[in-house]
C-alpha cells in the first residue's frame, strides 16, 4: 500500500492551494483518510480527517476542506487563506474508521512521504 502525496509549495499569505493524496495499492473508501502536518521545530498536529464526515483541527477550521474521491482512491486538502503558521511537512495518512481517536497519529495505518508548504509573509 502506498499513498502518494503532492501539491505542496511556496504561497504568500492569504493564497490558496490544494494538496492531493493518491493511495494505490488497496481501497480506503470505507475507511479514514486524513492529513496531519509538522511544522518546524514541531510535532506531528492533526488537521482534518474524512471518515463519513468531515472533522479539523481548531487552527484551519474554515480555512481549509478535506475531500475524497473514491473513484480515484483520493483525498484532498483545499487550504484557503494561508498563514505563515500553516507552514509545514502535510503528511496524509490512512487507516480503519474504527482505529481509535481520529487525532492521533498512531490510529492510522498508512502514511504519505509528506509535502512541505511554505507560506511566506
Known amino acids: 500500500v502506498q499513498l502518494q502525496a503532492s501539491g505542496g509549495g511556496l504561497v504568500q499569505t492569504g493564497c490558496s492551494l490544494r494538496l492531493s493524496c493518491a493511495a494505490s495499492?488497496?481501497?480506503?473508501?470505507?475507511?479514514?483518510m486524513a492529513w496531519f502536518r509538522q511544522g518546524p521545530g514541531k510535532e506531528r498536529e492533526f488537521v482534518a480527517v474524512s471518515t463519513g464526515t468531515t472533522l479539523y483541527a481548531d487552527s484551519v477550521k474554515g480555512r481549509f476542506t478535506i475531500s475524497r474521491d473514491n473513484a480515484k482512491n483520493t483525498c484532498y486538502l483545499q487550504m484557503n487563506s494561508l498563514k505563515p503558521e500553516d507552514t509545514a511537512v502535510y503528511y496524509c495518512a490512512a487507516g480503519p474508521w474504527n482505529s481509535g481517536y481520529f487525532a492521533y497519529s498512531r490510529s492510522y495505518n498508512y502514511w504519505g512521504q509528506g509535502t512541505l508548504v511554505t507560506v511566506s509573509s
Open positions: 495499492g488497496r481501497t480506503f473508501s470505507s475507511g479514514r
